[in-house]
C-alpha cells in the first residue's frame, strides 16, 4: 500500500509562485514514476510533469520552462515548483505514484487558483 498526502495549493496572483509537495509512504518501491496531474472543471485530467527513480523527467508543453519537478529520496517526498503562475494554471492538482507492475495510487488533490 503506498499512501500520498499532498500540500502547498492556494491562492495565488498572475506571475506568482506556488511549490506543491506529495509525501509518499508505505512500500518501498525501486522502480516507479511520481507525478503531478490536474484537472479543471470540465476537462479532463492532464499530466502536467513526471519524474522517473532515475531522475527522468517530462512536462506537459504548457508548463514547460515554468514549472520544475523534484525530489527528496531522504524525504520521500516530491514537489513540483510552479513559477509564472497564469490563471490557465487554475486546477485542482493530484500526485499520482505508479509502479512498473501497473499499479497507481493518488493523492487527495490540492486546489491551486490563479487569479487578480
Known amino acids: 500500500q503506498v499512501q500520498l498526502v499532498e500540500s502547498g495549493g492556494g491562492l495565488v496572483q498572475p506571475g506568482g509562485s506556488l511549490r506543491l509537495s506529495c509525501a509518499r509512504s508505505?512500500?518501498?518501491?525501486?522502480?516507479?514514476?511520481m507525478g503531478w496531474y490536474r484537472q479543471a472543471p470540465g476537462q479532463q485530467r492532464e499530466l502536467v510533469a513526471s519524474?522517473?527513480?532515475?531522475?527522468?523527467?517530462n512536462y506537459v508543453e504548457s508548463v514547460k520552462g515554468r514549472f520544475t519537478i523534484s525530489r527528496d529520496n531522504a524525504k520521500n517526498t516530491v514537489y513540483l515548483q510552479m513559477n509564472s503562475l497564469e490563471p490557465e494554471d487554475t486546477a485542482v492538482y493530484y500526485c499520482?505514484?505508479?509502479?512498473?507492475?501497473?499499479?497507481?495510487?493518488w493523492g487527495q488533490g490540492t486546489q491551486v487558483t490563479v487569479s487578480s
Open positions: 499520482n505514484f505508479a509502479t512498473a507492475w501497473g499499479s497507481e495510487y
Open positions: 508505505g512500500t518501498i518501491f525501486t522502480v516507479y514514476t
Open positions: 519524474i522517473t527513480n532515475f531522475g527522468r523527467t
